[in-house]
């Protein structure tokens, strides 16, 4: 074998030894990170995992043997669908709390929570550094680093269960106000100070509120009421009595619990109790328009810097005001909405959109016109017309010449006639430039 031969060999071996530890490696870090994923959703809901195979204990001598596996679990989907769900209630009774019962720990002369109509004033000049770091790989991990610091509250295994139930029994209630009195820290743990305190629950109101605007489908629906607001404000445990906290409403109560409310936020207490008292009250920005309901405007929401700003914008019923007008944030009351502008529309071919008040019209574009016979625009017209421009220049012509032939008639001197011929072209081109006209 020469030598060139040998170390190729050699080369081609190392590389398979090499590729095969490599390929072993990472399904090993799979399997581990997959076991990894069971054991924490198990455990988050003290479920006993199955034993390996190694552990397993020995089968009985004439036993019958089952496939089935030795505990019946969940699919790790729905384990990890209910997980997201929890958490979701989690933060939502956490931020509610924020929204109707916070206040602004940058300022000491602000005793009234303001929340529920709009976010802190001026808006956060400094995010929460992880939190925003965890939000901006993606709705998941913003989930999971909210959830993160709730858990570390003082209270919250304390209340976590009877929050899921629905309320607070005497006994938890009783508990969570001695350990508020009795430690001033417990007020704002796991944080440092209320101010950092502050920042975090801002920026996860920011960041769940632009996620709503989103539509994002884990926040479509809570699975259960959103009538709760958090343990973790001074010794308060208040009920929301809003109408949309029953969780019929698709995103009402991520809205409910997470964002400032243009609409019910100058009512009492920033909530309706029904439909209808938003409707007839005088707080409400869209009363006396349409049908007086006033909502979100998803779609003119999604930048996340305006958000946080304030620049809410809400959409009130202008269709039942008014057909064919829309809700004008920047007027404050329903405008025409031009369809043609909007690319709204539908015209045949060889037509284009005219807006009108209320609707739009289709008309011939440029060179065409209408024909009534075939009901279509058509060059047909325009052509008559031409032909109809050159018999009037041809009668001017003609009457041009037979002027031209009295000019001439009897004149030998030849400055004569160069001068009665300049001024005959003159003639002659403005009369052909009014006919263009």
């Not at 109509?117 to 991990?141: E, Y």
């Not at 440092?192 to 539509?215: D, G, I, K, N, V």
């Not at 369809?339 to 289709?362: A, L």
Request: charged share 25%; with cysteine; hydrophobic share 35%.
């Amino acid at each position: 074998m020469s030598v060139s031969m040998y170390v190729l060999t050699n080369t081609l071996f190392l590389a398979t030894i090499l590729l095969t530890m490599t390929i072993m490696t990472t399904w090993t870090a799979a399997v581990k990170s997959d076991k990894q994923l069971v054991d924490r959703i198990l455990k988050y809901y003290s479920m006993t995992r199955p034993p390996d195979r190694a552990t397993a204990p020995a089968v009985i001598p004439g036993a019958v043997v089952s496939n089935k596996p030795i505990i019946t679990t969940p699919s790790i989907q729905l384990i990890k669908m209910k997980l997201i769900k929890d958490m979701v209630t989690d933060i939502g009774v956490y931020l509610a709390g924020h929204k109707f019962l916070d206040l602004d720990r940058r300022f000491y002369y602000k005793k009234e929570a303001t929340f529920m109509k709009h976010f802190p004033i001026p808006r956060l000049k400094t995010l929460n550094p992880q939190l925003d770091k965890a939000c901006n790989k993606g709705f998941i991990h913003c989930l999971e680093e909210i959830h993160r610091k709730i858990e570390n509250t003082p209270v919250y295994k304390l209340q976590r269960e009877d929050t899921r139930k629905g309320g607070l029994s005497a006994e938890v209630k009783e508990e969570s106000i001695r350990i508020s009195k009795t430690n001033a820290k417990a007020l704002y743990m796991p944080f440092q100070t209320a101010l950092e305190q502050f920042q975090f629950r801002t920026t996860a109101s920011y960041f769940m509120c632009w996620f709503t605007m989103q539509e994002t489908k884990e926040l479509r629906y809570f699975g259960k009421e959103c009538n709760q607001i958090s343990w973790a404000f001074q010794y308060h445990h208040l009920r929301l009595y809003d109408y949309r906290a029953d969780d019929k409403e698709q995103f009402g109560c991520a809205v409910l619990s997470f964002c400032p409310d243009p609409c019910t936020g100058k009512m009492h207490r920033g909530q309706a109790a029904k439909l209808s008292d938003l409707i007839h009250s005088p707080a409400n920005p869209c009363k006396g328009v349409g049908s007086g309901i006033c909502k979100f405007d998803f779609k003119k929401n999604s930048n996340f810097l305006v958000l946080t700003k304030n620049f809410i914008n809400y959409t009130c019923d202008c269709e039942k005001h008014r057909k064919g007008f829309d809700w004008s944030m920047h007027f404050h009351f329903c405008i025409d909405n031009d369809e043609c502008y909007k690319n709204d529309y539908w015209c045949p071919k060889q037509q284009v959109c005219r807006n009108t008040v209320g609707g739009y019209m289709c008309v011939c574009g440029r060179g065409y016109l209408y024909n009534v016979t075939t009901k279509a625009c058509t060059r047909e017209m325009k052509e008559a017309h031409e032909e109809n421009v050159i018999k009037k220049l041809k009668a001017r012509v003609k009457g041009h010449v037979e002027t031209l032939k009295k000019f001439f008639t009897g004149d030998t001197n030849h400055h004569q006639v160069s001068l009665k011929l300049t001024t005959f072209m003159v003639i002659l081109t403005y009369s052909l430039t009014d006919i263009k006209k």
